[in-house]
Every structure is written in structure tokens, then in C-alpha cells.
């Protein structure tokens, strides 16, 4: 037992706002002014001007964030790609980016879209085979990029390992941790120079919010990062700030009832005659098991899975669940389906056209486990 060094389940609670000094609320209110009275003197020692470039809300936000990833500072963004954006574009500014070819498709998107127009070069590689990391890097490579668990094949990267050839070659080190969260793996212990999140998914938890979030392990661009967000304008709403740092609240219960869910619906399917293969860290049958279970303390809530039968079957597989719904994202507390080759933001052309992703929710698990039984029917019985 030890005060000072307080656990996840107690950060989340107390890690943000406080009790109000001013009228003793338990819960921080919502200030949505957009402008803050100056001092006497000119001044602003009350540390808020004008909510563009800061709000209280968002302050609280950032510090909780910052203190559960073990950073030394966060910014709080308006969705998770301006958090990526801003990431990527510091670390990775005059050079080249190295991502993991499996990476997000919105980072890609930036990537080629939107920093390339400032000069910034990208190239993908398997962030998992080290030999690979070190064969890809470029003289100016500046930052290299990974994600805990990736999307959607659940790939386990070694975050400790890819930071250390990063800092190695004089590079950065930044991690998306938006599928595993600060609950079951904290970046910035393994090494990791910033840890970022798109805190829409499971930091807010309950699908009603856009923002993300970008944690700095030490102070030096902490300023730099402020400024930039202050001067561009992707500054997240007080009402969203408020909205996350509620959900906030409940993160590592949420997390461990993703995390269990997720492990009992994974080893259903992976008994049910329509199933070819299923992708769970947490399960045995997954590739790097034994990596997952050395680097991270929990599983997630997302696994994906092939049915037997092509992109049709899959597609009617997601239009019969009825707790499962047949909608895109991820970290809500309703379970979601996602025929991934159809989806809006899928972008890689090498998977196969039949694996469905599941984000398991926070439902009872029979009751889900009940509900893709019957939705497999269709596959069974090619109904
Ligand atoms: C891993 C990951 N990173 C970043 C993002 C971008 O977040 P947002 O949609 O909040 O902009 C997403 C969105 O799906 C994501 O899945």
C-alpha cells in the first residue's frame, strides 16, 4: 500500500479536476466561457485567456490522461486524428515517418494527403519483426510509429523493442495505445517518446464524443505542441473535455468487462463449425499470445474472425445480429459488427474479404455469445 503511488482505478477518479474550491461540487463543472477576464495588471495568472488556446475542462482532461500514461503532459485534441496529425507532424517534420504497414488507414491518409505537402516522407513495414524496423529505417528517419495491438488483426507489437532501435538511430518513438488503453499497457514506461489516442473510442467510452489525445514523456515539446494547437484551432469543446473525463472515470471497469467479454466470445467462436480462424490476443490460438501476455496486463475488447464463406455471407452475418450493431468504431459500451472490407475507412487490399471485426461491448456475454449463434445460421445453413 503506498499513497503516492496510487493505482489505475484510483487515477481515474482522482487523477483530473478535484472538488470545485470555489462551491465544493464533487464533480468539476463545465466552464464554456470562450474568454477569461484578465488581471489588473494585464495578466492572466488565473492561466486562461481565451478557450482556443486552453479551458479548464480540458486542462483537467489532459492532466488525467498524462498522469494514467505516466507522461509528463498532454494536449487534449478535438478528435484523435489531430492528435496524430500534431504528433506526427513535430516529431516527423524535414524527414521521413516509419509506420507499421498494418497502421491505422486515417494515419495513412495524413500521411499521404496531408503531410506530404509539407515534406514529411512515410514508408510501412511489419512493426513486429525487429530485423525488419531496422532494415527500413532511413538516415533521416525521425519518428517511428507503432500501435500496442493493430487493427484488424490484432498484431502484438514489442513497444519496449521498438522504442529502443527508435532512440538507436536518433529517432522518436510515438504509440497509438487507442485499442489497448493506459488500463492494460503504458507506452511511455516501455520507452515510448509520446502515446496518443483517439479518445472517441474507449477513453470517452460511450460513443458520444470526438477527441483525442497526445501524452509526451518529458516537458521539451510540450510548449511547442500547445502553441501549435492554440494557432491551428483543433481545440476539443469544454462540454467534450467534461464528456471524456466522465467516461474517464470508469475506464479500468469498463476495460476488464471489454477485456472478459471479448475472451468468452473468442472462445466460442473459435468452437463454432462457420468459423475459419479468430484473432484474440488473449487466446492461446493467437500468434504472439505469449508476447501479449509479457507486454500487456489485459487483452482489449476487440477480436476479428473469418467466417467460411466470401464478403456476401460475412455481410449477412452483420446485417442479422441483433446486440451486435452493424455500425463502424470501436469502445462503446453497445457491441459493434464491421464487415471490415466494406468498411468507410478499410484500406488495405491484402486481407481477405470475409473477416468481421467485433468491438465487444459491455452487454452480458451469453446474451451476445446467443446472438452471433444465430446470426452464424446463415453460414451453417446458408440461409
Ligand atoms: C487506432 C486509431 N487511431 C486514431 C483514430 C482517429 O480517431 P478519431 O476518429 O477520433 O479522429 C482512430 C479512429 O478510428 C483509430 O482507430
Known amino acids: 500500500m503506498d499513497l503516492e503511488e496510487p493505482h489505475v482505478e484510483t487515477l481515474v477518479v482522482h487523477g483530473g479536476a ?44 489532459e492532466r488525467t490522461v498524462a498522469t494514467l500514461e505516466r507522461g509528463a503532459g498532454g494536449v487534449a485534441y478535438a478528435s484523435g486524428s489531430a492528435a496524430v496529425l500534431a504528433a506526427l507532424s513535430i516529431a516527423g517534420q524535414g524527414g521521413h515517418v516509419l509506420v507499421p504497414d498494418d497502421v491505422f488507414q486515417g494515419t495513412i491518409r495524413l500521411l499521404r494527403l496531408s503531410l506530404s505537402r509539407w515534406g514529411i516522407r512515410f514508408s510501412t513495414v511489419d512493426m513486429t519483426d525487429s ?20 487493427n484488424p488483426l490484432l498484431k502484438v507489437t514489442d513497444i519496449a523493442q521498438v522504442a529502443e532501435i527508435a532512440h538507436e538511430h536518433g529517432a522518436l518513438c510515438a504509440v497509438d495505445n487507442t485499442f489497448v488503453t493506459p488500463v492494460f499497457q503504458q507506452p511511455v514506461r516501455a520507452g515510448a517518446d509520446f502515446v496518443l489516442h483517439s479518445a472517441t473510442k474507449y477513453l ?12 509526451v514523456a518529458e516537458t521539451s515539446l510540450l510548449d511547442q505542441l500547445r502553441t501549435l494547437q492554440w494557432i491551428e484551432g483543433a481545440t476539443p469543446s469544454p462540454f467534450d473535455c467534461w464528456l471524456t473525463a466522465r467516461g474517464l472515470k470508469t475506464l ?22 462457420a468459423i475459419d480462424w479468430v484473432r484474440y490476443p488473449g487466446r492461446p490460438s493467437h500468434p504472439q499470445h505469449e508476447l501479449a501476455k509479457e507486454v500487456m496486463s489485459g487483452f482489449g475488447g476487440i477480436l476479428s474472425f473469418t467466417i467460411r464463406g466470401g464478403a456476401d455471407i460475412a455481410t449477412r452475418v452483420a446485417a442479422r445480429t441483433r446486440y451486435f450493431v452493424n455500425a463502424t468504431s470501436f469502445g462503446a459500451p453497445e457491441s459493434l459488427i464491421q464487415h471490415v472490407a466494406s468498411a468507410p475507412t478499410h484500406g488495405s487490399g491484402h486481407l481477405p474479404d470475409n473477416v468481421l471485426r467485433l468491438s465487444v461491448g459491455l ?10 449463434d444465430q446470426a452464424l445460421d446463415v453460414v451453417t445453413q446458408r440461409a
Open 131 to 150: 530485423a525488419a524496423v531496422r532494415t527500413a529505417l532511413e538516415p533521416d528517419t525521425r519518428l517511428v510509429w507503432a500501435e500496442g495491438l493493430s
Open 363 to 372: 452487454e452480458h456475454p451469453d446474451d451476445l455469445i446467443a446472438d452471433l
Open 18 to 61: 478535484g472538488v470545485d474550491p470555489q462551491t465544493g461540487a464533487v464533480v468539476e463543472p463545465i466552464i464554456m466561457s470562450t474568454t477569461f477576464e484578465r488581471d489588473p495588471d494585464g495578466g492572466h495568472s488565473r492561466g486562461y485567456f481565451y478557450s482556443k488556446a486552453g479551458n479548464p475542462n480540458q486542462s483537467s482532461l
Open 252 to 273: 479500468p471497469v469498463r476495460m476488464h468487462a471489454h477485456a472478459d467479454h471479448a475472451a468468452e466470445v473468442a472462445a466460442f467462436l473459435e468452437q463454432h463449425p
Open 204 to 215: 470517452a467510452g460511450h460513443a458520444d464524443v470526438l477527441a483525442g489525445v497526445l501524452v
